[in-house]
């Protein structure tokens, strides 16, 4: 992004602090000529080895104006081996930095470079030490009227504080440490006034489960109880809420950190170790006053509600918006999450805005960003660089296609408060860094501009408090004032203002590694499939459509960022409790059953363990030889199951067998759509004895056998008897006998039974030891009589 500032004339003033400045520069030269020449044996110090640290406890006021005193306190600390005599505390004002950048190189130096530094105020406004102890820490105030620093122009000094002394190793005065930090001066209100948005985050980690506790109440399950900590008095979320009430900011809220407070609210437990079981949490009083006061500080300030759990909307872009339902997830992220807080917080938000992790933004993410109906994006202005000759710092809104605006937080301002705020002196240096960046940005141009400011998603207590400070200040200030996220996003842009979005390559490689991974969503698609299947069979859908539902958006949550772990935890923590419960209807396993007879009835029993009722169910009872076993009239039969809640239900099914001996069956259960739910259970079905029916079946097959066989015999005596007469009376030539034995054979061929053998009964075949004796006379080898009729 550009860098200027303003050139105005020169007053009468900046005159003398010009002169100043050179009067500085005339008397530094010699004494840097004099440091040149010490001797060999004195000790010269290194870049960042000055023996004292100074540190910087507190600058009130952080922006002075005419009239006011100056109070800089702090410690100093002898971290020499020598003890350090004749030491005095100065101030030193330095020179006027017109560009941002160039406050970011005073912030950067450490130690003590005569001229660059300023010349000390001097006077009664030091404090002396006769003696500073290696080790100790001696603490010090400096109070000074803003006079006598002599400001000049309108901008922002480097303000020094240096700790000069002598060394029995260095016996004459010199720094031996120095601080720096900035003192913003408008003491005059600015002829145009900078409009600051800052966005408070109300944020946190996923603390729920998918797991609630049983019966009819369904007390929710937490994680931990660490958000009881957040919310408790001095926590992070609690200071995020007592700061923040006082404060002009925009509100930005996930509505599940709302839901999970007011869950607590209303008594919850703590997950086992295990992850299994739970204890009673102990943070249900203080979840009411949170909430409540939560209310009392948002009433008549803008609130943007985010998607229901903050969804990872850099991680969707990339890695999850193929896999199927990831986007219906978001889409039902953001469709909860207004109902959520207007129901407990009783104010309607706007869900108009994308918030991507730290502003990042590539055309993808913004596809998906404004997907699911917001229409600005809240980017940053290290990802949307400025390209053009712009000598300011734009105003925040731009449009960047597609009826969509780019709101650009200011990566300098939004950054300030990311390191570590626990010393008072790291607060105060940011506090002061933070007010000059501001003022110089507005002093870059006499045109009205907005700034967005966008912290991280989840301040530590003490950045919180930091950051309190910080805007109190600029507040009071003369060159800025606050306004809403709305309004700035409604704020005409600059027209040489970048409005190009960057590709996707150019997306951090440090913010890629982090995100969430195609296997999670792919896990969290078969889990959508899961509970999809089991809703089916539910009289009261919402028992498990919400914790399990909520659960899902949680899993695509920003906050998993850096946590792959604890993320890939979770998502099997929801999955594996919903196979649980998925498990509580079943079929009860059955041992081998046994029917005594062709046709029995089998039952199958199917339990529900859960508290409400189950149906849309069907149960399939299959036979895997039909041929010797059959259910009801085919391989298989089905009946709808209904079952009541804490029941079991035993279903009969209809079999015939006609055979002895084991048959596999086989029983599952079935959704009414066709989808198999849950595991079969599969038992072999014996069969022992026969009943009267096959009986009768068998008896008159073999009494058909016997008739056949008796037909057979008495067919033969005839043909024999008749053979035995014919060879009597025999007359005719060979051809008539050769006729009337054809004829006699082929009427036989009619009486006997179809199939059976000719050989059996040929009129020629040998008498077999069996056989009957013939009651005719034996057969005559002789020709028969001519016309002989043979009768039947």
Known sequence: MAEAADFPGLTPSLARRWFRRAGVLLTGAPLLAGLLQLPTGQPAYAAGSDPVVVSIDSLTPSAPTDGDTVTVSGTVTNKGKRAVTDAHVDLRVGQLLTTRSGIDDVAARTDYVSGADGTEVGGKYVEKFSKLTPGV????????????????????YELGVSLSGETSAAPYEQVLGIKRTFLPWQPEEADTRTRTTYLWPLISTVHMTAE???????????????????????????????????????????????????????????????????TPGTGQAVAKQWLNQLQDAVEGKEVVALP??????????????????????????????????????????????????????????????????????????????????????????????????????????????????????????AVQKFLATSLTTTLQTDKQRTIVVAPQRMPTASQAQTMEKAITALQDSNWSQPQELTATADT?????????????????????????????????????????????????????????????????????????????????????????????????????????????????????????????????????????????????????????????????????????????????????????????????????????????VIGGGFLLLVLAGLRMYTQRKRAAARRAQESGNGHGDESTDENAGADENHEDDESRPQGESDAAVGADAPEQPSDPTPNTAPESAGPSGTGERVDR
Do not use: C
Request: hydrophobic share 35%; net charge negative.
């Open 212 to 278: 609630t506790g049983p019966g009819e109440q369904q007390t929710p399950v937490f994680l931990n109880d660490d958000l009881a900590a957040e919310i408790s008095p001095g926590g992070r979320l609690e200071q995020m809420l007592s700061l923040g009430k006082e404060l002009d900011v925009t509100w930005v809220i996930d509505p599940d950190l709302l839901a999970s407070v007011d869950a607590m609210a209303g008594g919850y437990g703590i997950q086992g170790a295990d992850g299994t079981g739970s």
């Open 492 to 696: 005409k842009p600059d027209p040489g203002a970048t409005t190009k979005v960057p590709s996707v390559s150019s997306y951090p490689a440090t913010l890629r590694k982090q995100q969430l991974p195609r296997s999670a969503f792919a896990q969290i698609a078969t889990t959508q499939d899961k509970l999809d299947n089991f809703k089916i069979i539910l009289t009261d859908e919402t028992r498990v459509e919400t914790p399990f539902g909520r659960a899902i958006n949680r899993e695509m949550a920003t906050s998993w960022r850096g946590r792959s772990r604890e993320a890939d935890s979770f998502r099997r923590g929801v999955e594996r409790h919903l196979d649980e419960l998925t498990d509580q209807v079943r079929l009860i396993k059955k041992s081998e059953t046994k029917l005594s007879g062709g046709s029995a009835t089998i039952p199958v029993t199917v339990q529900n363990n859960l508290v409400q009722p189950v149906d849309n169910l069907v149960l399939r009872v299959t036979s895997t030889n039909p041929t010797r076993l059959k259910i009801g009239d085919d391989d298989y039969q089905e009946q709808d199951i209904a079952v009541s809640g804490g029941h079991s239900q035993s279903v009969k099914f209809t079999t015939s067998s006609n055979a002895n001996g084991p048959i596999t069956v086989i029983a599952q259960l079935y959704t009414k759509d066709g989808q198999k739910y849950g595991p079969a259970v599969a038992f072999d079905v014996r069969v022992t004895e026969f009943t009267a029916m096959a009986m009768l």
């Open 308 to 429: 229901f759990g903050d969804p990872d909307l850099a991680s969707i872009a990339h890695n999850g918006k193929n896999v199927t339902g990831t986007l219906s997830h978001l889409k039902s992220a953001t469709d909860v999450a207004v109902g959520t807080v207007e129901t407990i917080l009783h104010i309607t938000p706007s869900t108009d805005f994308a918030w991507p992790v730290n502003g990042a933004v590539d055309p993808s993410i913004v596809k998906i960003a404004t997907s699911t109906g917001a229409d600005k994006v809240i980017a940053r202005s290290d990802s949307l660089k400025e390209t053009g000759d712009l000598p300011y710092t734009p105003s925040a809104a731009r449009p960047i296609g597609g009826g969509t605006t780019a709101v650009v937080a200011d990566t300098r301002l939004s950054a300030a408060f990311q390191g570590d705020m626990t010393s008072a002196g790291s607060a105060t240096l």
């Open 137 to 156: 820490a001696q603490p010090f105030t400096i109070s000074v009227p803003v006079d006598k620093l002599d400001l000049g122009q309108d901008g922002v």
